[in-house]
């Protein structure tokens, strides 16, 4: 992490770069109190690219809250591979929520961006089907995707694959999941963060396979959680109360059992 040291990736596995004038900002935030803020002329997050950030032919979901501040122009918001090869999720310059898969794939949604709100956006792909959903509802989809993502870029946030397309306005919550289509499938894999803004009570928990089906995938799903710009303190969702925001709800139990005492 370089100009903004407190770009937290909450799995410690990422190196975030932050470059121009992205920042943390108190202005906006969904959850805790801060958001990630880019204006739009040249700021973006760079994260160097990672074997579990490429879902392969698999099952992956991105995901992430967006607060846009513009209209009329393509943003980019997730992006990783090249002009012609990889994913990218973005604000179209008709003002719907859009996504990419190499350049035979580009897919507008039903989903219209609004501005100076948040909505969250997630981009799932089960099997051969990919699904864009905003604020959980199904906006788009595209079948017969048997592209290999193998695609060794950096990540984007906040820009498009090629470092074009710069968005403007603040970012929540960002995940990545590799090895499962959560959305599309009913299955949830979150890194679940439990600490407060400065960082002293940092938890994170990975959901073990709850399924037959996952138990007997040989290959655990891989999570990265390339930003997280900001921590939650579980004691301090009143704000989840007070709201009819949407928002998703994650619990994760650890279960001990002491021996026998003779």
Not at 201 to 229: G, Q, V
Request: proline letters at 3%.
């Amino acid at each position: 992490n370089f100009t903004n040291g407190n770009v937290i990736d909450s799995t410690a596995k990422n190196n975030i770069q932050t470059v121009g004038n992205a920042a943390l900002s108190t202005t906006q935030s969904n959850f805790g109190g801060s958001s990630m803020f880019f204006d739009g002329t040249g700021d973006w997050l760079l994260i160097a690219d990672q074997p579990y950030q490429r879902p392969r032919t698999g099952d992956f979901t991105w995901e992430f809250w967006a607060y846009p501040t513009t209209s009329g122009t393509n943003r980019g918001l997730l992006s990783k591979g090249t002009s012609t090869t990889g994913i990218t999720i973005f604000a179209s310059n008709t003002n719907f929520w859009a996504f990419g898969l190499t350049t035979t794939n580009t897919i507008s949604s039903t989903a219209a961006v609004t501005t100076n709100q948040w909505q969250h956006v997630a981009l799932s792909k089960s099997g051969t089907t990919v699904r864009l959903f905003v604020n959980g509802t199904e906006a788009a989809n595209v079948t017969n995707i048997t592209t290999d993502f193998n695609q060794t870029n950096v990540v984007y946030v906040g820009a498009g694959r090629t470092a074009d397309v710069p968005f403007t306005g603040y970012v929540d919550e960002l995940r990545m999941t590799t090895g499962l289509g959560s959305i599309a499938t009913g299955k949830t894999t979150h890194i679940i963060n439990c600490n407060s803004n400065n960082n002293n009570n940092k938890h994170n928990y990975e959901r073990t396979a709850t399924t037959t089906e996952e138990s007997s995938n040989s290959s655990h799903p891989k999570i990265t959680s390339p930003f997280e710009s900001e921590f939650h303190n579980p004691h301090a969702y009143s704000d989840l109360l007070s709201t009819t925001r949407p928002f998703s709800l994650s619990l994760s139990i650890y279960l001990y059992i002491s021996p026998t005492l003779s």
